[in-house]
């Protein structure tokens, strides 16, 4: 079965600074996606940035690029230039490929933007 | 273009009782899915609907049930409702045969008292 796990159930990080957020993930398919979705208190879950297994070149979303380890499993998220709008939960998902829409989710990390 | 869009926003039920949800999906996705969120769980897929079939199904009892209409709108149905069956309930739409990407609703706050 796939599992995703992120091992940092918080975090914080000072305006302007740059954090990267950890996700690894376990699954025996070749083809997939992966995601980092961000969910601010008391608000709506957002897509930030998405990653298809088959691309070795790393996804980049203006502040938002993530360094993506196929033979390690690994998909980590780095926001650059933090802003206090990123204090969110930032989950990272795994989909399979094919017409499955399933998503299997991280437990998520609590990011803190201090002014 | 309007987002995913959840109806009720608030809901508060008491055990035993029934409850639909009801989600509209961003025009022209015809994939919507669903997942329960808590606290101690966090977010569990329940069900994916497309062109009015289940596509695929989560590990949840048969309680928990869903369909979808012509015109891409989804509802879900949770009857004989437990206390654990209290959480944010989110919608999620995608176009399917182009997109992995999935787009949220704001969710259902479901409490059962």
């Known amino acids: 079965a796939q599992t995703v796990t992120q091992s940092q159930p918080e975090m914080s990080v000072q305006e302007a600074e740059t954090v990267t957020l950890s996700c690894t993930y376990d699954?025996?398919?070749?083809?997939?996606?992966l995601f980092w979705y961000k969910q601010p208190p008391s608000r709506q879950m957002i897509l930030v940035i998405r990653?298809?297994?088959?691309k070795q070149q790393n996804a980049t979303e203006n502040r938002f690029s993530v360094n993506f380890q196929k033979a390690a499993k690994s998909f980590s998220l780095k926001i650059s230039d933090s802003q206090l709008g990123d204090t969110a939960m930032y989950f990272c998902a795994f989909s399979n490929a094919g017409n499955n829409r399933k998503l299997i989710w991280g437990l998520g990390t609590s990011l803190a933007v201090n002014p | 273009k309007a987002g995913v869009t959840q109806t009720p926003r608030y809901l508060i039920k008491t055990r035993g009782q029934q409850v639909t949800l009801s989600c509209s999906p961003i025009?022209?996705?015809?994939?919507v899915s669903w997942y329960q969120q808590t606290p101690g769980q966090g977010l569990q897929f329940l069900f994916e609907y497309f062109s009015e079939t289940q596509r695929n199904k989560g590990n949840f009892p048969g309680r928990f049930s869903g369909r979808q209409f012509s015109n891409s709108r989804s509802e879900m149905n949770v009857s004989t409702l437990e206390l654990g069956d209290s959480a944010l309930y989110l919608c999620?739409?995608?176009?399917?045969?182009?997109?992995?990407?999935?787009?949220f609703g704001p969710g259902t706050r479901l409490t059962v008292t």
């Open positions: 699954t025996s398919e070749s083809n997939y996606y």
């Open positions: 999620a739409s995608s176009r399917a045969e182009v997109e992995h990407e999935q787009y």
């Open positions: 025009s022209g996705h015809r994939s």
């Open positions: 990653q298809e297994a088959y």
